[in-house]
């Protein structure tokens, strides 16, 4: 079971940039699909940005599409959101997911969660 940590949150101003990480544990990091997605307050917990486990064929919501970027490096056992252009609707908690086989954007097939990293946009 791989263990997930997210960090990189913090609060920017409209027009800003972020780059989340997740760090993972284990060997088998490298053959997980990985995933961010975002909870706001009083919302459900949205799909963001999805990449396979080699990192081709990454996906994407169209809400962040041209503004995110999804990465991932095995050998460092850690995977990247870079986030540019924020507005103040990307204000959430990000959190990453692990799962086996394909990318999904359905959040009930991910196994793995890290505990989230908190990002504001002020308008």
């Known amino acids: 079971q791989v263990q997930l940590v997210e960090s990189g949150g913090g609060l920017v101003p409209a027009g800003g940039s972020l780059k989340l990480s997740c760090a993972g544990s284990g060997r088998a990091f490298g053959s997980y699909s990985m995933a961010w997605f975002r909870k706001a307050p009083g919302k459900e917990r949205d799909f963001g940005a999805g990449i396979s486990y080699s990192g081709a064929v990454p996906i994407y919501a169209d809400s962040v599409k041209g503004r995110f970027t999804i990465s991932r490096d095995n050998d460092k056992n850690t995977m990247y959101l870079q986030m540019i252009s924020l507005r103040p609707e990307d204000t959430a908690r990000y959190f990453c997911?692990?799962?086996?086989?394909?990318?999904?954007?359905?959040?009930?097939?991910?196994?793995?969660w890290g505990q989230g990293t908190q990002v504001t946009v002020s308008s």
């Open positions: 997911a692990a799962r086996a086989g394909r990318t999904s954007t359905d959040d009930t097939t991910y196994h793995a």
